[in-house]
């Protein structure tokens, strides 16, 4: 064999090695390899690697099918080989590391985890429990989408393009500018991270390398009416009061939300609502809402307040309780506050186990503990007006119970109210009801 025979052998083995580590063959970045074609490589061989166009099957002319995101999941799935992201079992190959963005099968979320600033990793997966069905075939309500007063939202059917360019554009994680059927007329620009990319998390409630007030917008252009400035009224009939979501301070999107897939559960007694406005969800669980903690759990890592209640009700040494209590204290500290509300709850619940000063929670002499009580003594802690039945102390008013049972041994005996902590009105009146 000649040296020029030889030579042209080598460097067709050369460019064929090329070829395959760049395409489907090889592993690739989501927003690189394969993606994005440039120069000299940008050739109708390189576009053979995903389409073909007498044999496909799929509608978009790719190799493989009978699905879009099957066709994906040939790299990006459980068993893909062309891809370290396994978007399927939220994970990145190379190191078992769990993806930022959770899985579509499996993630990897600490979804009880106790620390006030984060979010941890799971050693084993868990099965997810809502997700963005993005399969193309299965129809449910984009949320949110649309012009004030339009219902809950139009029936969609996602599929990964919709969100993602597979021919790349220079955007955070290839995404679209405006995704595919939104109906949005303004693009949301993603701005992307340096390389190299950092795909996988150590900590879920930190968003990543990423503006949170781009990924909001980008996340509205579907869910247009989720997006919001301030608490204040919308105007929507369904959409209306909502939690601030525009990134500004950290609260964007992806700071609450895993936008492929969680594996949080929602079990808990007041965990599981309805689909706002009677819309149609796509999963089986979906109460869970992509949220990053078991039973809504998302909102104490922000409200630490509320966290720190949590603390004092599972780890503050149970006082000796009084034979006269005040009605509404329900953890015997001698005061009326947000942390009896929160302890009738968690008794609501089931976690509290044994309190000795549980029965001055029962605010409205029902001889039972209930949601309602805890919302009164919120009411009552906020200056509102909270209605009682006569005979009943009013909150803060002495009342004589047996420690042992919880349940009153005479007629309650009412003494001054004390206000909370603040100052309050000298009457608690009985106008209006607790769920006005």
Same mark, same amino acid.
């Given at each position: 064999?000649?040296?020029?025979?030889?030579?042209?052998?080598?460097?067709?083995?050369?460019?064929?090695?090329?070829?395959?580590?760049?395409?489907?063959?090889?592993?690739?970045?989501?927003?690189?390899?394969?993606?994005?074609?440039?120069?000299?490589?940008?050739?109708?061989?390189?576009?053979?690697?995903?389409?073909?166009?007498?044999?496909?099957?799929?509608?978009?002319?790719?190799?493989?099918?009978?699905?879009?995101?099957?066709?994906?999941?040939?790299?990006?799935?459980?068993?893909?080989?062309?891809?370290?992201?396994?978007?399927?079992?939220?994970?990145?190959?190379?190191?078992?590391?769990?993806?930022?963005?959770?899985?579509?099968?499996?993630?990897?979320?600490?979804?009880?985890?106790?620390?006030?600033?984060?979010?941890?990793?799971?050693?084993?997966?868990?099965?997810?429990?809502?997700?963005?069905?993005?399969?193309?075939?299965?129809?449910?309500?984009?949320?949110?989408?649309?012009?004030?007063?339009?219902?809950?939202?139009?029936?969609?059917?996602?599929?990964?393009?919709?969100?993602?360019?597979?021919?790349?554009?220079?955007?955070?994680?290839?995404?679209?500018?405006?995704?595919?059927?939104?109906?949005?007329?303004?693009?949301?620009?993603?701005?992307?991270?340096?390389?190299?990319?950092?795909?996988?998390?150590?900590?879920?409630?930190?968003?990543?390398?990423?503006?949170?007030?781009?990924?909001?917008?980008?996340?509205?252009?579907?869910?247009?009416?989720?997006?919001?400035?301030?608490?204040?009224?919308?105007?929507?009939?369904?959409?209306?009061?909502?939690?601030? /979501?525009?990134?500004?301070?950290?609260?964007?999107?992806?700071?609450?939300?895993?936008?492929?897939?969680?594996?949080?559960?929602?079990?808990?007694?007041?965990?599981?609502?309805?689909?706002?406005?009677?819309?149609?969800?796509?999963?089986?669980?979906?109460?869970?809402?992509?949220?990053?903690?078991?039973?809504?759990?998302?909102?104490?890592?922000?409200?630490?307040?509320?966290?720190?209640?949590?603390?004092?009700?599972?780890?503050?040494?149970?006082?000796?309780?009084?034979?006269?209590?005040?009605?509404?204290?329900?953890?015997?500290?001698?005061?009326?506050?947000?942390?009896?509300?929160?302890?009738?709850?968690?008794?609501?619940?089931? @976690?509290?186990?044994?309190?000795?000063? @549980?029965?001055?929670?029962?605010?409205?002499?029902?001889?039972?503990?209930?949601?309602?009580?805890?919302?009164?003594?919120?009411?009552?802690?906020?200056?509102?007006?909270?209605?009682?039945?006569?005979?009943?102390?009013?909150?803060?008013?002495?009342?004589?119970?047996?420690?042992?049972?919880?349940?009153?041994?005479? /007629?309650?005996?009412?003494?001054?109210?004390?206000?909370?902590?603040?100052?309050?009105?000298?009457?608690?009146?009985?106008?209006?009801?607790?769920?006005?």
């Amino acid at each position: 064999m000649s040296g020029k025979l030889v030579l042209v052998v080598l460097m067709a083995g050369l460019l064929a090695a090329a070829l395959v580590s760049q395409g489907r063959g090889g592993v690739a970045l989501a927003d690189g390899g394969p993606h994005i074609a440039t120069g000299s490589d940008a050739t109708p061989d390189r576009c053979a690697s995903c389409h073909r166009i007498h044999t496909a099957e799929t509608d978009t002319l790719l190799t493989s099918g009978p699905t879009e995101m099957d066709f994906c999941y040939t790299c990006h799935g459980t068993g893909g080989t062309g891809s370290d992201l396994d978007v399927q079992g939220g994970k990145q190959r190379s190191n078992n590391s769990a993806l930022r963005a959770g899985g579509f099968d499996f993630a990897s979320i600490n979804t009880t985890d106790p620390a006030p600033d984060s979010i941890g990793v799971l050693g084993t997966a868990q099965a997810v429990t809502s997700w963005h069905t993005a399969d193309g075939t299965t129809a449910g309500t984009l949320w949110g989408n649309g012009a004030l007063n339009s219902g809950a939202g139009p029936s969609f059917t996602l599929r990964c393009s919709a969100c993602h360019d597979p021919h790349g554009n220079g955007q955070y994680r290839i995404l679209r500018p405006i995704p595919a059927g939104s109906g949005a007329t303004e693009p949301a620009n993603v701005t992307d991270e340096a390389d190299p990319k950092v795909y996988s998390t150590t900590n879920y409630f930190e968003p990543g390398p990423v503006s949170g007030i781009q990924m909001s917008s980008w996340c509205a252009t579907c869910h247009t009416r989720y997006l919001a400035s301030s608490t204040a009224s919308s105007g929507d009939a369904i959409f209306a009061n909502r939690h601030v /979501s525009d990134g500004t301070s950290g609260r964007s999107c992806t700071k609450c939300h895993a936008s492929h897939g969680t594996n949080a559960g929602a079990s808990g007694t007041y965990s599981s609502v309805g689909y706002p406005g009677g819309g149609r969800g796509t999963t089986n669980t979906a109460e869970s809402r992509l949220l990053k903690m078991d039973n809504r759990g998302i909102c104490i890592k922000c409200h630490t307040e509320v966290l720190a209640l949590t603390v004092h009700a599972l780890e503050a040494p149970a006082p000796t309780p009084a034979a006269v209590m005040l009605q509404g204290d329900a953890d015997c500290d001698g005061k009326v506050n947000s942390a009896d509300a929160f302890v009738i709850v968690r008794d609501v619940a089931g @976690l509290n186990g044994s309190s000795a000063c @549980l029965a001055a929670g029962d605010i409205d002499c029902d001889g039972e503990r209930t949601s309602l009580d805890a919302l009164g003594i919120l009411r009552y802690v906020a200056h509102l007006s909270v209605d009682q039945p006569a005979g009943c102390p009013p909150i803060g008013a002495a009342r004589t119970v047996t420690p042992s049972r919880g349940a009153e041994t005479s /007629s309650p005996t009412v003494a001054p109210s004390p206000t909370p902590e603040a100052s309050a009105p000298s009457a608690r009146g009985a106008t209006s009801s607790q769920a006005s």
